[in-house]
Structure formats: structure tokens, C-alpha cells
């Protein structure tokens, strides 16, 4: 009798599960869920950062260099951990005009940082020009920067009270094409990069970047936007004549510019 | 403190451990009442299931235990136990362990129908939701199935070459 109960309670027990399994039974393969797309979202607004200098007027955006950096850095000795530096004057200026290379009796820079456009959605349109004074290079160690580096970038002491913008202290960069980052937001860019260096004259090469946009947000102190650009890139220091084994020959540098509506 | 998603997980949890053993406890009485040998390995299926279903209390215990890691505040497992009625439930086949409770092996079998019933009801509720908690019911199921076969298979093992081992020794 007991047995029979059990066998019963197996019977009872295997036709619930049966039908658990029957019921549950779609007669359809699972169907996976689709694979997570590793295409990279690429979202741009379509804001539009034109220069001026008008203080007040909040359409017009200008440089704040006090804020903004150029920045460099490449290994010590060719093989150690890197040696940064960064330049204390530069300019968002064209100076291909060759009138302007000259000495400027001033203390602060001597040109207005126009020279540039930034069209978020149009890159066609973007374009800036700028510059770097060599002699301004900093490193944090005085006896060098005033010392050594000036003799193997090729150029003369600082004057005080003298922008130094000749041939042989600036180093320049001028857009030729600005295009959107297929892997990204940011965006591609192609400019030619003017140096004398150690050389007889100037040489202009043709580099590439990658430029990145800090879209314009409203400062928390609620008083006026900035915007941000960052554009990274690589330069052969060896093509512009400097010889020195104290540094590798690939120079890496970030410029970081910041730009306000004051 | 029934909070959805959370509970159902736990409902899983209970399935997975419990609800298989009822067939298993079927299944087990049917093969040794249809053997012949005594002392045979099958013969020491019936003596091994309260000792696995305890043994289950102890792993589902484990779990809990693990869930709750690292804080066994009183907050945190209040917060943390959904079916605290069906967890106290579930704990309490530890006590299977002890004599006075393992000698009657049906009680294992009402403990457990507890969870089973969990199925039960899923199974019917499946007529006004659709079938998609049976099918995740059905999974869990199996592989209750599976470690409570796989429970007892271990127990009955050991005991039977305990036994062997001291009969040895005997003669």
C-alpha cells in the first residue's frame, strides 16, 4: 500500500512537471537579444564661436590666454619617463604675414588673438592661427630655461618688457582643413606648422591633429560662458634642426585654449 | 517589504533548492521498495533524504548568508528577506539533521511541499500571465532536480561505504 502511495505521489509529481515543461514550452528557439552596438554615438551641436574684442558684448568670444596653455612633453633622454614644459607667451594670431615678425616693445601680447572661427556642425569652417614664443619656454627650472634650452632651440634671451615675435622665436600653426572625427567628436585637423628651429630659414610642415571642442556652458558663478579647445599633436623636432640627446625627437604637444564671452 | 523584482529572485532561490525534492523523495522510495538486496547501495537511498534535504538547509543557509555579506545587522537582513515566513521556513530543514525529526522521512516530504507549491501556483498563474514565469519556473526546477539528485547521490554514497567500510572492519 505504502509503495503503492509513493509511486502514485512519483506518478502525480511526474505529470505536474510534465506539464510544467509542456506548458513552458514555446516550440520556438530563444531568441538572443540584439549584440550591443560598438559603433561610437557621435552627437554635435551647432554652436558658433566668433572672435572679437569688445568687452560686455556676450556674442563676441574672446581668448583667455591667462587660462589657456601650450604644452609639451617627450622623453627625458630619449628613453625616461617624459620632461614637460609649457610656452608663458603665445597668441591665437596669424603672423604669415611676415610685417608682423618683429619686437614689440610691450609687456603683454602684441596682437589681438582673432584669428580663428568655430563652427561646431561646419567644420569646413573653422580655422585658427596661432603662435608660440620659443624663448618663453618654461620647465620650471630657471637655470635651464634661461640657460641651455636657449642655445638648443636656436634663439636669443628674453628681453624684459619685449615681445619677442621674430623669425627665429616663433614657432606657428595655421589651419588648412578642419574635418569631423569619424571615430568620435572630436575633430581632424590639418595644419601647417612654421619653425625656424636650428635651421637656415623657416621650414613649414604639414601636420595633423585632433582637436576637441569643450562645448559653451555658463561658468558657475553665473556671470558669463566659456568654451574649450584642446588640440594635440606631434612634431619631429630633429625636421626643424634641433640636435639634442637630451630629449627624444618626438614631441608631443597640447594646447589647451580657453575662450570666454566677457 | 515585497518589493518585486527582488522577491521573485527569492521565490527562484527557494525553487531552486527545495521544490525538486519531493520527485526525488518519490522516486527514492520507489527504486528501494522495488529492490530486492538488502544492504544494497539503493537500500540506503531512504536513510540518506532527510540528511540531503538538511544538507540543502545548510547550502541555502550558505547563500543566504553570502547575500547578506558583509553586514548581518538585523536592518539589512530585514530589508534584504522578501518571504521572510518561507526563508524561516526553508532554514528550519536544518533540523533534519536531528534524530527526532529525521526518523520520520515523511516530514521532509511536507516541508518541501511547500516550495512545490510554488510551482503550483506559477503553473496556474500562467493561464492569466502568459507562460514566461513557467518557463524561468521550469529552468530553476531542473536544476533542483539535479542538486537534490546530486545531494543525496553524495549522502547515499558515503553512507554506503561507511557501512561497507564497518562491516569490514566487523568481520
Redesign the interface.
Known amino acids: 500500500m505504502k509503495r503503492f502511495n509513493n509511486k502514485l505521489l512519483m506518478i502525480i509529481l511526474l505529470i505536474i512537471s510534465g506539464y510544467g515543461i509542456i506548458s513552458s514550452c514555446t516550440h520556438k528557439d530563444q531568441v538572443l537579444p540584439a549584440a550591443v552596438s560598438t559603433a561610437v554615438k557621435i552627437t554635435r551641436g551647432n554652436h558658433i564661436h566668433l572672435p572679437g574684442l569688445t568687452a560686455g558684448d556676450t556674442t563676441q568670444w574672446k581668448f583667455d590666454k591667462v587660462h589657456s596653455a601650450v604644452n609639451w612633453s617627450t622623453p627625458f633622454l630619449e628613453v625616461g619617463a617624459d620632461l614637460t614644459g609649457k610656452f608663458n607667451q603665445f597668441g591665437v594670431a596669424d603672423l604669415s604675414n611676415n610685417t608682423k615678425l618683429q619686437n614689440y616693445v610691450t609687456a603683454a601680447q602684441p596682437l589681438p588673438d582673432t584669428s580663428w572661427a568655430f563652427y561646431e556642425n561646419q567644420p569646413d569652417k573653422t580655422h585658427f592661427a596661432g603662435y608660440v614664443q620659443i624663448n618663453q619656454v618654461n620647465t620650471g627650472e630657471p637655470a635651464r630655461d634661461g640657460g641651455c634650452l636657449i642655445t638648443t632651440l636656436a634663439t636669443t634671451k628674453i628681453v624684459p618688457g619685449t615681445q619677442n615675435l621674430t623669425v627665429t622665436n616663433v614657432a606657428q600653426i595655421k589651419t588648412t582643413s578642419v574635418t569631423f572625427d569619424p571615430a568620435g567628436n572630436d575633430y581632424i585637423v590639418v595644419f601647417n606648422f612654421t619653425w625656424q628651429g636650428g635651421l637656415a630659414a623657416p621650414i613649414t610642415e604639414s601636420i595633423t591633429g585632433k582637436l576637441t571642442y569643450v562645448p559653451e556652458a555658463v561658468v558657475p558663478a553665473g556671470t558669463y560662458s566659456d568654451f574649450g579647445l584642446t588640440l594635440a599633436f606631434q612634431i619631429n623636432k630633429a625636421d626643424f634642426g634641433i640636435v639634442s640627446t637630451e630629449t627624444a625627437d618626438k614631441i608631443d604637444i597640447v594646447i589647451n585654449a580657453n575662450f570666454n564671452n566677457k | 517589504m515585497n518589493d518585486g523584482f527582488l522577491a521573485y529572485l527569492q521565490q527562484l532561490e527557494l525553487i531552486a533548492f527545495f521544490s525538486g525534492y519531493?520527485?526525488v523523495?518519490?522516486?527514492s522510495?520507489?527504486i528501494a521498495?522495488n529492490t530486492k538486496i538488502k544492504k544494497s547501495f539503493v537500500s540506503f537511498l531512504i536513510p540518506g533524504l532527510p540528511f540531503s534535504y538538511a544538507l540543502l538547509g545548510i547550502l541555502y543557509l550558505g547563500l543566504q548568508l553570502k547575500n547578506l555579506y558583509p553586514d548581518y545587522s538585523l536592518a539589512n537582513i530585514k530589508s534584504h528577506i522578501q518571504y521572510p515566513y518561507l526563508v524561516i521556513w526553508a532554514l528550519l530543514a536544518i533540523l533534519f539533521f536531528l534524530p527526532v525529526f529525521r526518523k520520520k522521512n515523511q516530514l521532509t516530504l511536507i516541508h518541501s511541499f511547500a516550495f512545490?507549491a510554488l510551482?503550483?501556483i506559477d503553473?496556474f498563474k500562467?493561464f492569466s500571465t502568459g507562460?514566461v514565469i513557467?518557463?524561468n519556473?521550469?529552468k530553476v526546477?531542473s536544476f533542483s532536480l539535479l542538486l537534490n539528485c546530486c545531494t543525496l547521490l553524495v549522502l547515499t554514497t558515503i553512507f554506503f561505504f561507511y557501512n561497507f567500510s564497518k562491516k569490514k572492519a566487523k568481520s
Open positions: 519531493p520527485l523523495y518519490a522516486i522510495y520507489v521498495g512545490f510551482i503550483l503553473l500562467q507562460n513557467v518557463q519556473d521550469m526546477y
